[in-house]
């Protein structure tokens, strides 16, 4: 098995346990960012099988479009609906829950009807600015780039302000201020580790980059969320209030 088919198969092991370990505890508590959560990290899924596929069997143009549409365009923003639904409040989130599920329903058709413009080699992980036009190119990157900002954005605030806490009485049962917000700069870190798979191209082929980039940016989200895992069922429901200004994974309960 080459190094990209074992990393892409890693990749989507991981974005599944830690998208049932989310839906877990959405059942549990019907909480609003843990759904959303759960669903990027279903598309985190889909978008390293894709990968999974391509690499083992050889890219088409379903593979790709597949890949391109669940790994560079959907995940990222609902996993930043996720940190809106949190930080925003429900009120605010439920529009922007309107607004992503469209957007993210458009982008569907423009990938899904986009003609190809360049070939597609099997071996190679194709390229967006070589396969595909304009349409799919652009909301790769908004898509990408403008929900990483906010999940960084979000994440790194509300480590701030749980950090000023941090000296802060803790009652027995409830995690530390300070250890959430470790949890939330682990969030803000996986994020960038996810957008770096360009950046590896230049170091590693094409298809070790971004399986590189996929399994290493999704295991330091989910231990960011596992920071916070203090062993107990009552621990985990034992999040500091109020909620709304946590970060992805500062409420796991």
């Not at 390293?48 to 050889?58: M, P, R, T, Y």
């Not at 803790?170 to 959430?180: I, M, T």
Request: proline share 4%; glycine share 10%.
């Amino acid at each position: 098995m080459t190094l990209h088919v074992a990393l892409a198969a890693a990749a989507t092991i991981i974005s599944l346990a830690f998208a049932l370990s989310t839906l877990e505890r959405w059942l549990v508590n019907r909480r609003r960012h843990e759904a959303a959560w759960t669903v990027s990290l279903l598309l985190f899924a889909a978008g390293s099988a894709s990968l999974w596929v391509g690499a083992a069997i050889g890219w088409d143009e379903w593979s790709f479009k597949a890949f391109y549409l669940f790994g560079a365009i959907l995940n990222v923003p609902f996993l930043a609906l996720g940190t809106i639904e949190l930080l925003a409040g429900e009120r605010h989130g439920r529009r922007w829950t309107a607004i992503v599920s469209l957007l993210g329903a458009f982008c569907v058709g423009i990938v899904l009807e986009a003609p190809l413009v360049g070939t597609i080699e099997s071996d190679v992980l194709p390229q967006g600015k070589v396969v595909f036009g304009v349409g799919p190119r652009i909301a790769a990157a908004l898509g990408s780039g403008v929900a990483a900002i906010v999940i960084i954005g979000g994440a790194m605030w509300s480590a701030w302000r749980l950090f000023r806490q941090r000296r802060n009485p803790v009652a027995p049962g409830r995690l530390s201020p300070a250890r959430l917000a470790l949890a939330n700069l682990f969030i803000a870190f996986g994020t960038l580790v996810l957008s770096a798979g360009g950046l590896l191209n230049s170091v590693v082929d094409e298809m070790n980059g971004f399986a590189l980039s996929l399994v290493a940016g999704i295991s330091v989200i989910f231990a960011g969320f596992l920071i916070t895992n203090s062993g107990t069922r009552s621990a985990l429901r034992a999040v500091p209030e109020p909620v709304e200004w946590h970060a992805p994974r500062a409420e796991v309960a």
